[in-house]
């Protein structure tokens, strides 16, 4: 039985297209065929990748009309062209490289890319990926900045730990953040000269005064001269690496608030958000943006975001192991982290993903939590009124039957050998 087809798509008239290099562009334009024409007629131009040449290249599209300009993401060498191709009012497409396949055996040089993209973008047989207008792109840079600080703080960190460890001292088996308060004392006594494992484990504070005795073990290597002057040298470059790296986090906070400040009602609705702080809400925002109408649905939000398992099934079987695929990396760890945390609450998301690991395991639990959270922000930023309110604790045990808990029980009592018989409570 026949039934119609829902592909309603014609092709563009007017059609640019950009194969991208670091110091070359190549242009492919197609135009409708001239009168008394029957072929649809095209141009190829090569342009230099500086400023200048960009400018002119973005007028060209202007003067000819064109409707739809798209271009590969080749590396970050498509930002100058895509921002100039924007200033110029033009509404240009960035396309994944992958959507864009040649056929086997077909050549492949500059020239013919671009008449192939151009050829396949006239037929809309691609899909736009998405681009964040400029505020949000600023406020990108500085929170992927900071993430990548924060990354290389950590990094750093570990390296002094090694280090203490090569000196044969113990520190971080007694401490658990040897970079506390107590514990950076104990280094910069290191660093100044200090070698006697008691005064060193005397500068402990608050909680670590009950450990002294152990933080003496810790420092024993000492003694026999563990740690020489190549230790020193290297644990004052890691340390004052990791304050310099504390100073440029903080100047990165207080930048990020002056770009968040517009979309403060925004973080402030994240905020009330189990397991999401006024850090996480912003790094969110840079990622996906605050207009949701570029997501149509809660749904395609989760997919762009790789938190939906993907669909794979060919001869009546499904294939592959359901891995959602590679998607933002940023986004993804915010969402991790904020799912970890909500997970020790007690509320609802805490609940949900209590019930999921029980059946699923931990990590499943994680990521679905993720994307539940991700759902959660795409109904707060698609109703400005909205206001996160949580469902409580308790709320899949409101909504189990009693009738399948009393046979659960009874089955798990049955298991275990007893004869149940179940009379009402007076």
């Not at 029957?38 to 400023?51: D, G, L, P, Y």
């Not at 739809?68 to 590396?75: G, K, N, P, Q």
């Not at 933002?328 to 982290?337: P, Q, S, T």
């Not at 899949?396 to 004869?419: F, I, M, Q």
């Amino acid at each position: 039985m026949f039934t119609e087809s829902q592909d309603d798509e014609q092709i563009i008239e007017r059609v640019a297209a950009l194969d991208i290099g670091k110091a070359e562009i190549v242009c492919c334009v197609r135009l409708p065929a001239p009168p008394g024409g029957k072929r649809r007629v095209q141009e190829v131009s090569t342009h230099s990748t500086m400023v200048g040449s960009l400018s002119e290249l973005a007028e060209r599209p202007v003067e000819l009309g064109i409707e739809r300009v798209v271009m590969e993401a080749t590396s970050d060498y498509w930002r100058a062209p895509f921002y100039l191709f924007e200033a110029h009012g033009l509404n240009p497409w960035l396309v994944n490289a992958k959507d864009v396949r040649h056929l086997p055996g077909r050549p492949k040089t500059d020239v013919l890319d671009s008449v192939w993209l151009c050829k396949v973008a006239e037929r809309q047989m691609l899909r736009p990926s998405f681009v964040p207008p400029a505020p949000i792109r600023r406020l990108r840079d500085l929170t992927r900045y900071r993430v990548d600080l924060v990354e290389v703080r950590g990094a750093e960190k570990n390296r002094v730990e090694k280090l203490l460890e090569d000196a044969c001292i113990k520190l971080s088996v007694v401490a658990s953040d040897i970079f506390g308060v107590s514990g950076r004392a104990m280094l910069a006594a290191l660093l100044a000269g200090e070698r006697d494992p008691v005064k060193l484990a005397d500068m402990a504070r608050t909680r670590m005064r009950p450990k002294i005795k152990l933080l003496r073990e810790a420092f024993a290597g000492l003694q026999v001269g563990t740690f020489d002057e190549h230790h020193r040298f290297l644990l004052a470059r890691m340390l004052e690496r990791i304050d310099r790296t504390d100073a440029d986090i903080a100047d990165l906070d207080t930048e990020i608030e002056v770009m968040i400040a517009p979309f403060g009602d925004d973080v402030t609705r994240l905020d009330e958000i189990p397991g999401i702080g006024p850090t996480a809400a912003a790094i969110i925002l840079a990622e996906i943006g605050t207009d949701m109408t570029r997501f149509p649905t809660a749904g395609h939000l989760a997919s762009w975001a790789k938190f939906a398992p993907g669909i794979k099934s060919s001869a009546g079987k499904t294939k592959g192991n359901g891995s959602t695929g590679h998607g933002n990396r940023y986004l993804a760890r915010v969402l991790g982290d904020a799912a970890v945390a909500a997970a020790r609450t007690h509320t609802f998301l805490g609940a949900r993903y209590r019930n999921i690991a029980r059946r699923r395991g931990k990590k499943k639990a994680i990521v679905a939590l993720g994307r539940s959270i991700l759902v959660i922000i795409w109904q707060l930023l698609s109703d400005p009124e909205a206001h996160f309110i949580d469902l409580g604790a308790d709320y899949y045990d409101r909504r189990v039957s009693t009738a399948a808990k009393r046979r659960n029980h009874v089955k798990a009592l049955e298991a275990l050998g007893y004869t149940v018989t179940i009379e009402p409570a007076a």
